[in-house]
Nanobody, 115 residues
Framework: QVQLVESGGGLVQPGESLRLSCTASGSIFGFYQMNWYRQAPGKQRELVARMTSSGMTNIADSVKGRFTISRDATKNTNYLHADNLKVEDTGVYYC?????????WGQGTHVTVSS
């Protein structure tokens, strides 16, 4: 059974940065895709970034140029780097691991951008 634990959220001012972490435990085999979603209050969940097991990445247009995704395979950890944060980036950020054996979600980490 795979478990995902997220961390790194918090309250920041516009223009500041955060690094969100998602650490996976358990066995992961074969091709997989790690996704970062966010859900703003009253809005649908939105995919903001993803990385495949081969290292290919994709960033949503809404955050392109400000957000990046990376990983440290030695720590089984995936990161979402969020720079120049805006008020509209406020929400709960979730990591999601999609594998051939299942689809797993973290508990979510809150990001609040406010002056």
């Amino acid at each position: 059974q795979v478990q995902l634990v997220e961390s790194g959220g918090g309250l920041v001012q516009p223009g500041e940065s955060l690094r969100l972490s998602c650490t996976a435990s358990g066995s992961i085999f074969g091709f997989y895709q790690m996704n970062w979603y966010r859900q703003a209050p009253g809005k649908q969940r939105e995919l903001v970034a993803r990385m495949t097991s081969s290292g290919m990445t994709n960033i949503a247009d809404s955050v392109k140029g400000r957000f990046t995704i990376s990983r440290d395979a030695t720590k089984n950890t995936n990161y979402l780097h969020a720079d120049n944060l805006k008020v509209e980036d406020t929400g709960v950020y979730y990591c999601n691991l999609a594998t051939s054996g299942g689809n797993y979600w973290g508990q979510g980490t809150h990001v609040t951008v406010s002056s």
